[in-house]
């Protein structure tokens, strides 16, 4: 069993106890051995520390030889200890859970779709301030608006806005015009045969011979 010492402070005196390597799989020339096939710089520089531990160095020693503090060098032997060399690699955050879960979500969904009750609700249409009321009651959770905005666009649902209308504006009115914009001008026009209409646009010539071409430029 290989010991470091370590100090704690209790009752305000600094006080050294034994921090033990108890996982002995590997050796010293063993650790260092492994320091050259492994690419994560944190757990070759691991390694290095619990290599000179291991060399039996004090833990002054290691830590300043290591760039880092005693407790460091404590928390890395207590890692180790407890599930080897995997144990030495950082995990990843998982980052802060989601405030509504997936059924939650779905229901939310729902509840976009379906659009608001104008007698109940008083709109006629969602807005993100009236999903964030509808939201706090039913799940349990107050966030901002663009909080609502975010989940919106993550359901894939994009904001729809109508197409602004004069208030006195005449829709008999308008259909008339269409109508009357979809005539055609000349009837005689587009009854003609495609080949002749193409004629007619753009009449085709002959070519002029070559004799004749150079005896107009002789000329």
């Not at 010293?28 to 096939?37: C, E, G, Q, V, Y």
């Not at 197409?163 to 008339?176: G, L, N």
């Not at 914009?181 to 011979?209: H, N, T, Y």
Request: aromatic fraction near 6%; hydrophobic fraction near 40%; glycine fraction near 4%.
């Amino acid at each position: 069993m290989i010991l470091s010492l370590a100090l704690v402070w209790t009752m305000g005196v600094a006080t050294a106890i034994a921090v033990a390597i108890t996982n002995l799989e590997f050796t010293a020339a063993d650790l260092r051995r492994l320091m050259s096939k492994e690419r994560d710089g944190e757990i070759v520089r691991c390694l290095s520390a619990l290599a000179l531990v291991l060399g039996y160095h004090s833990r002054t020693q290691v830590a300043e030889q290591s760039r880092m503090d005693r407790q460091t060098l404590c928390d890395w032997v207590h890692r180790y200890n407890a599930g080897g060399i995997a144990a030495l690699a950082s995990g990843k955050s998982t980052g802060r859970a989601p405030k509504l879960n997936a059924a939650q979500m779905a229901e939310l969904y729902e509840l976009v779709i379906k659009g608001p009750d104008p007698e109940i609700n008083g709109v006629v249409r969602w807005r993100c301030v009236d999903l964030r009321v509808r939201i706090a009651p039913r799940f349990s959770v107050d966030v901002l608006e663009r909080t609502v905005a975010k989940w919106l666009r993550r359901l894939r649902l994009t904001r729809l806005q109508p197409r602004p209308f004069h208030p006195k504006q005449d829709v008999a009115a308008q259909e008339e015009f269409k109508k009357r914009m979809a005539r055609p001008v000349c009837k005689g026009f587009f009854q003609d045969e495609p080949q002749s209409l193409l004629q007619r646009i753009r009449p085709r010539s002959k070519p002029l011979a070559k004799m004749e071409i150079r005896a107009s430029c002789s000329s």
